[in-house]
């Protein structure tokens, strides 16, 4: 039973089309976060909610946006994709990422290639 | 935004030999986690330090968290092709509460049989 789960695992797509990213957790873990991991490996973040609320969102271009419609399911949605999204995005998720030092353990999911051509 | 720098980028070693990953940075960290990432996947947790000084072992991993909570280092003893894969330490630093993990570019480790 996976803990972490995104679909869809790839994702092609052509340039301005509109595409969702969809991520679950069964860990009943308060936390939910969008990562972006580029083809160099960097891991940054790009929101994070807690509870269903906009805690983090990093320098994001507004075409994306994410929705938490409970505290277990934050989607990320994509409008008018470009070439320089193509990356592989990762969803995870903590108990709480409201508590100091070593409480915060992300679990991640798989991860989602998008590639926009 | 905090830095955290890693090195070696790429490690290429014989299975056997001892290898040692460095991840450092100008800020005081609240606590620091190491991750590992295989291809296709994400990362998982191997530790998390909190206390300067502090020293964990998992298996034939040695990990050690600086005396100041400005670097940590990862060392395998012996390391076994499972080893391969992406080394990610990720800090989490003070006074900017918890919410956010800055995680290093990190370190691709083969190891070759």
């Known amino acids: 039973d996976t803990a972490v789960s995104q679909t869809p695992k790839y994702l092609v797509t052509q340039m301005g089309n509109d595409k969702s990213i969809k991520c679950e957790q069964n860990l009943g873990h308060d936390t939910m976060y969008w990562y972006k991991q580029d083809s160099k490996k960097f891991l940054k973040i790009m929101f994070s909610y807690n509870n269903k609320e906009l805690i983090i969102n990093e320098t994001v271009p507004n075409r994306f946006s994410p929705k938490s419609p409970d505290k277990a399911h934050l989607n990320l949605h994509i409008n008018s994709l470009e070439l320089g999204d193509s990356a592989v995005y990762f969803c995870a998720s903590s108990p709480s990422g409201g508590r100091p030092s070593g409480a915060n353990v992300l679990t991640f999911g798989a991860g989602s290639r998008l590639t926009v051509l | 935004t905090q830095l955290l720098e890693q090195s070696p980028q790429f490690l290429s070693i014989q299975e056997g030999e001892n290898l040692t990953v460095y991840c450092n940075s100008s800020s005081v960290f609240s606590s620091l986690q190491w991750y590992r990432q295989e291809p296709g996947e994400g990362p998982v947790l191997l530790v998390t330090?909190?206390?300067?000084?502090e020293v964990k072992k998992l298996k034939r991993l040695t990990f050690q968290f600086g005396d100041a909570r400005k670097d940590s280092s990862l060392h395998i003893t012996a390391a076994q092709p499972g080893d391969t894969g992406l080394y990610l330490c990720a800090g989490t630093y003070s006074g900017a509460g918890s919410y956010q993990l800055t995680f290093g570019k990190g370190t691709k480790l083969s190891v070759i049989p």
């Open positions: 330090v909190v206390t300067g000084g």
